[in-house]
């Protein structure tokens, strides 16, 4: 976890040190294998390790995280074609039902955020009316004040700085 700038340990805060790098194998948007890099780090304090996973990095998939939140757009807008994901039907399948039970909770989460510690509202009328990518965007851009990254990346920034990243 980014705390000033440092990386600071998610369970204690504690001081992080680099202790190794492993490689990922992961796809792109047109179904090429590369690799990509996760670096671990040792906790001074607690002695416990963490991975610190890049942001093109989604933990548990080899899809880049862009192609994954693409497809889900698509999906969630109903214009997805099969010629537009490498991936195939059931596991773009299995990736939106996954968002749509994790986002829900994320859009909750930051729906209490911004006014719980920010005083402010967002209409639920106007949130009835969009997708759940196209709301967790919005409210992503209106927490972080930019639209740097993946939607879901700066989600998992902003729940894991208020609570524990869970989309």
Same mark, same amino acid.
């Given at each position: 976890?980014?705390?000033?700038? #440092?990386?600071?340990?998610? $369970?204690?805060?504690? @001081?992080?040190?680099?202790?190794?790098?492993?490689?990922?194998?992961?796809?792109?948007? #047109?179904?090429?294998?590369? #690799?990509?890099?996760?670096?671990?780090?040792?906790?001074?304090?607690?002695? @416990?390790?963490?991975?610190? $996973?890049?942001?093109?990095?989604?933990?548990?998939?080899?899809?880049?995280? /862009?192609?994954?939140?693409?497809?889900?757009?698509?999906?969630?807008?109903?214009? +997805?074609?099969?010629?537009?994901?490498?991936?195939?039907?059931?596991?773009?399948?299995?990736?939106?039902? #996954?968002?749509? /039970?994790?986002?829900?909770?994320?859009?909750?989460?930051?729906?209490?955020?911004?006014?719980?510690?920010?005083?402010?509202?967002?209409?639920?009328?106007?949130?009835?009316? /969009?997708?759940?990518?196209?709301? +967790?965007?919005?409210?992503?851009?209106?927490? +972080?004040?930019?639209?740097?990254?993946?939607?879901?990346?700066?989600?998992? $920034?902003? +729940?894991?700085?208020?609570?524990?990243?869970?989309v």
């Amino acid at each position: 976890m980014l705390y000033n700038g #440092e990386v600071v340990c998610p $369970i204690c805060g504690g @001081k992080m040190r680099l202790h190794s790098t492993y490689s990922r194998g992961l796809r792109d948007n #047109e179904g090429k294998r590369h #690799e990509g890099w996760v670096a671990q780090s040792n906790c001074e304090a607690c002695d @416990k390790y963490h991975s610190i $996973i890049p942001s093109y990095i989604k933990p548990y998939k080899q899809y880049e995280a /862009e192609v994954i939140e693409k497809a889900i757009k698509e999906h969630e807008r109903g214009t +997805l074609k099969r010629s537009d994901c490498p991936a195939n039907e059931s596991t773009i399948n299995r990736w939106a039902r #996954e968002f749509s /039970e994790r986002g829900s909770r994320a859009v909750g989460c930051m729906l209490s955020l911004l006014y719980n510690i920010y005083n402010m509202h967002i209409s639920v009328i106007q949130t009835q009316k /969009e997708g759940l990518m196209s709301l +967790l965007d919005r409210l992503t851009q209106r927490l +972080l004040g930019n639209n740097a990254g993946t939607v879901i990346g700066r989600a998992n $920034i902003i +729940l894991t700085r208020y609570n524990n990243g869970f989309v």
